[in-house]
């Protein structure tokens, strides 16, 4: 991936995204103070997490498609997916960082506390819960080129691949930990575009709707 793509940011158009930003910020601030330069356990804290809203999204949006009986256009199958590969990070840096048992803890309550609150999010805007992802995205591709420095200055010992992660990805066989991380923040990057696109389309959709519902009103258009 070329340097432009893998830094790419939404910039905050509306109060759904800037909740978004906030809140991302806010998670942000708690995982360094946290975790400050510990990368192994910080991705295996943070991928147990990130593996939660593709399965809770996935999982809503077939609710929905089934109460609604309305098709999904495929998204159902994305966001398991993505469910699906933030678990195999979670796989992988398992390999690298054994969670203390404090980290344990905080994992068990961390999983209880964040699916309740993703999914009265999603529940309460679908718009808001995809920017959120695009957001802890975002994130995550600036917290794993940080990682990659560390293993690319030598101040983390690089080491091998683990087996897992060379057969899920397909490397070569002599690969080690730094290209790893590298496909991993590919990864993060793929999701936080989908993540950001579905919030868009949501968010067309809705200002199309109040657009409308104006018209009929006789209301002058404004979109925000
Ligand atoms: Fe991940
Ligand atoms: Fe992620």
Redesign the pocket.
Known sequence: MDMSNLYKHHEPKNRSDRIALAFTKFLRFIADTFFRKKYGHR?VV??TV??VPGMVAGMLTHLRSLRKMEDDRGWIKVLLEEAE??RM??MTFIQVAKPTSLERFIIIVAQFIFTIMYSLIYLISQRTAHRIVGYF?EE?VFSYSEYLKELETGRIKDQPAPKIAIDYWNLPLHSTLKDVVRV?RD??AG?RDVNHSFSNILNEKKSRKTQESQKKEGKTVEIK
């Open positions: 991705a943070l991928e990130a593996a590969n933030e990070h979670l995205e995550a991993v990864d993060e999701h």
